[in-house]
T-cell receptor, first 115, second 111 residues
Framework: ETGVTQSPTHLIKTRGQQVTLRCSSQ?????VSWYQQALGQGPQFIFQ???????GRGNFPPRFSGLQFPNYSSELNVNALELDDSALYLC??????????????FGEGSRLTVL | LAKTTQPISMDSYEGQEVNITCSHN???????ITWYQQFPSQGPRFIIQ???TKVTNEVASLFIPADRKSSTLSLPRVSLSDTAVYYCLVGPNNAGNMLTFGGGTRLMVKP
């Protein structure tokens, strides 16, 4: 079974631009969430998707948006980039049903640098 | 969600047992305690989860006292590859993917 894969691994943008990050969830996992991790800090929850709809959101502004596709893959879009958006963006997946062991499966992240 | 407090950093030597304690004084009745490990430039990896008493798996043990206001992650005989950041999380299991990470404990294992 394949793990969570993210692309691109690294990218550089300038302030004001827009970025799209992509995630393929682990096989059989139908919920996907995104996290932002600034340097030296723990990951912060952005939002979660289930059945192609957002069903949970952290304290992030509307310029952070996402999509989930029928194959459970997902995108994170960030508009009007700011310098503070520079971070490692992590995607995580888990099956919606079945025993909840507290285990989320994370990808290796996309490192975004905003100049 | 219950706030957690854990040491910012710890040092150890290869072969030693490492115990990382996490305080969560405001833990709720339906909260579980979960630990994740993170290597640089990688996503966090689940280590262990428990509700009360002791839980053990192939990589770690989790000790939770009766009052559940703290917990201790125990790593037996650490190696250099255990150098990582360890996060203690407290929250209900019905929170979906909405985990709340604190600052974590940076463990450095020395030869």
């Amino acid at each position: 079974e394949t793990g969570v894969t993210q692309s691109p691994t690294h990218l550089i943008k300038t302030r004001g631009q827009q970025v799209t990050l992509r995630c393929s969830s682990q096989s059989g996992h139908n919920t996907v969430s995104w996290y932002q991790q600034a340097l030296g800090q723990g990951p912060q929850f952005i939002f979660q998707y289930y059945r192609e709809e957002e069903n949970g959101r952290g304290n992030f502004p509307p310029r952070f948006s996402g999509l989930q596709f029928p194959n459970y893959s997902s995108e994170l879009n960030v508009n009007a980039l700011e310098l503070d958006d520079s971070a490692l963006y992590l995607c995580a997946s888990r099956p919606w049903t079945g025993p909840n062991t507290g285990e989320l499966f994370f990808g290796e992240g996309s490192r975004l640098t905003v100049l | 969600l219950a706030k957690t407090t854990q040491p910012i950093s710890m040092d150890s030597y290869e072969g030693q047992e490492v115990n990382i304690t996490c305080s969560h004084n405001n833990i709720a009745t339906n909260d579980y305690i979960t630990w994740y490990q993170q290597f640089p430039s990688q996503g966090p990896r689940f280590i262990i989860q428990g509700y009360k008493t002791k839980v053990t798996n192939e990589v770690a043990s989790l000790f939770i006292p009766a009052d559940r206001k703290s917990s201790t992650l125990s790593l037996p005989r650490v190696s250099l590859s255990d150098t990582a950041v360890y996060y203690c999380l407290v929250g209900p299991n019905n929170a979906g993917n909405m985990l709340t990470f604190g600052g974590g404990t940076r463990l450095m294992v020395k030869p």
